[in-house]
């Protein structure tokens, strides 16, 4: 269908933890080079910062897919202002993926009818530093005080999830799948080239790293907040983390007992996707670095921290304002 459509709504549907929050900053502090390339981005949420934790201008379509009863007309109205004048819109949000296949049943058949085009953006991560990296997050933004493999054994890998939700209608959607590789994902760039819009010396660098996994003594006291205080403070300090330290280089959890359990859970889900998706052993569970035995910290790694630590406790006491010397020094 999308090879006659007049008009194409390319749809970013994640995965998760495959890079999403920097592609969907880089698409709404850029909007300015999507337009010059043809590509409307409408329904923007207004981020101000390369580190700002958002999920994309997709909510509103995703809120009407996952409705109980979905007005169409409201539907068709919706898919209009993602394209306004244009043949070309895009939104983006990686909580796409966890929505059932009626919802994605619903937006092809609405798109059938108004004679627009669905093209679906998607990368997959091995699982290995998928689940570290979902791990780390729970930590951050929800709560989460267990050890890792009490964690893991209730969490569903999405990728994989996703892939076969819409295995059912895969000739209906025109889907570029890409790998998000281990130590090498670089989604602001891939989808810049995909779209044809020019990246600029920011596309895909530092700049948009826009999360990050934590470091072990990171980890510790944000479980600790999370167990003792509730999950505000610990949002609290991984933002301040995130933003005024944002390239601390993570300790990455690889322990062997994880790895065994993500290849017991996991190991017949990557062959169906190599097989179905790649024709290719592309994903991986045992081909992962060897666990990290971090270094013992110096006196002025344990300084550094306990500086973030201190700063981070007088923003949320309204102590002096925004110090200029304060990020120069951790």
């Not at 994640?14 to 698409?27: A, I, V």
């Not at 076969?164 to 959607?173: D, S, T």
Request: net charge negative; proline share 6%.
């Amino acid at each position: 269908m999308i090879a006659s459509a007049s008009r194409v709504l390319i749809v970013h549907a994640g995965g998760s933890k495959t890079g999403t929050t920097s592609l969907q900053n880089f698409f709404d502090l850029h909007v300015d080079r999507l337009n010059e390339a043809g590509i409307a981005y409408y329904n923007r949420v207004g981020v101000r910062s390369p580190y700002s934790p958002t999920s994309g201008n997709g909510w509103p379509l995703l809120e009407l897919m996952n409705a109980a009863d979905p007005d169409e007309a409201a539907f068709d109205a919706l898919l209009d202002a993602y394209l306004g004048a244009g043949a070309t819109g895009l939104l983006s949000t990686e909580r796409l993926e966890r929505t059932a296949a009626d919802g994605w049943r619903l937006l092809l058949a609405r798109a059938r009818a108004k004679g627009i085009g669905i093209r679906v953006v998607y990368f997959v991560r091995d699982p290995v530093p998928y689940f570290v990296s979902r791990y780390d997050q729970a930590i951050k933004r929800h709560g989460e005080t267990r050890d890792f493999l009490p964690w893991f054994e209730e969490e569903p890998w999405w990728h994989f999830e996703f892939l076969r939700r819409v295995e059912a209608f895969r000739g209906e959607i025109d889907l570029a799948l890409f790998h998000y590789p281990e130590g090498g994902g670089d989604t602001v760039a891939t989808v810049a080239r995909l779209l044809g819009v020019e990246a600029g010396a920011d596309g895909g660098g530092r700049k948009y790293d826009a999360n990050r996994s934590l470091t072990g003594r990171e980890r510790r006291i944000l479980r600790y907040l999370n167990a003792a205080y509730g999950s505000e403070p610990a949002i609290s300090l991984s933002t301040f983390l995130l933003e005024r330290h944002p390239h601390v280089v993570p300790e990455k959890m690889r322990d062997p007992a994880f790895v065994r359990a993500v290849e017991r859970r996991f190991r017949a889900a990557c062959e169906w996707i190599n097989e179905r998706y790649f024709g290719a052993p592309t994903l991986r569970i045992d081909d992962d670095p060897p666990p990290r035995t971090p270094a013992a910290a110096s006196g002025a790694e344990d300084e550094a921290f306990e500086r973030m630590l201190v700063d981070w406790a007088q923003d949320r006491a309204g102590g002096p304002g925004e110090n200029p010397e304060r990020s120069k020094r951790a």
